[in-house]
Nanobody, 125 residues
Framework: QVQLVESGGGLVQPGDSLRLSCAAS????????MGWFRQAPGKEREFVAA????????YYADSVKGRFIISRDNAKNTVYLQMASLKPEDTAVYYC??????????????????WGQGTQVTVSS
C-alpha cells in the first residue's frame, strides 16, 4: 500500500499563490496515476487535477484550468499542486490521491485507491 502525506496548505488572500506537496511512501509513485481533489464545507469531494504515471499528461477541472498546475517528481516520490490567482471559492480541504490501475484521465472520487489525510486551504481577505 501507499501512504500519502500532504503539506503546504494555509491561509492566503485572494490573488495569492500556494504550492501543495504530497509525499508518498510504501510504494513507488511511478506505478500510480496521481491526483488532487478538494472538499469544501457542505459539499461533495471533487476532482481538481490529475497527472499520468510518466508526468507527460495532465488533466484539470474547468474551475482551475489556467490557474493550477499539477506536477510530479518520481525520483522524490512527490506530487505537487501549484495554485495561482486563488479565489475564495478555492477554499477547501485538498486531498492527494493515488490510482493504481486506471489511467489519470479516468481519475474519479469513486476509483481512487489511496487518499492522503488532507490539507486545509483558506482563501480570504
Amino acid at each position: 500500500q501507499v501512504q500519502l502525506v500532504e503539506s503546504g496548505g494555509g491561509l492566503v488572500q485572494p490573488g495569492d499563490s500556494l504550492r501543495l506537496s504530497c509525499a508518498a511512501s510504501g510504494r513507488t509513485l511511478t506505478t500510480s496515476a496521481m491526483g488532487w481533489f478538494r472538499q469544501a464545507p457542505g459539499k461533495e469531494r471533487e476532482f481538481v487535477a490529475a497527472i499520468s504515471r510518466s508526468g507527460a499528461f495532465t488533466y484539470y477541472a474547468d474551475s482551475v484550468k489556467g490557474r493550477f498546475i499539477i506536477s510530479r517528481d518520481n525520483a522524490k516520490n512527490t506530487v505537487y499542486l501549484q495554485m495561482a490567482s486563488l479565489k475564495p471559492e478555492d477554499t477547501a480541504v485538498y486531498y492527494c490521491a493515488a490510482e493504481f490501475v486506471s489511467p489519470a484521465r479516468d481519475m474519479d472520487v469513486s476509483n481512487v485507491d489511496a487518499w492522503g489525510q488532507g490539507t486545509q486551504v483558506t482563501v480570504s481577505s
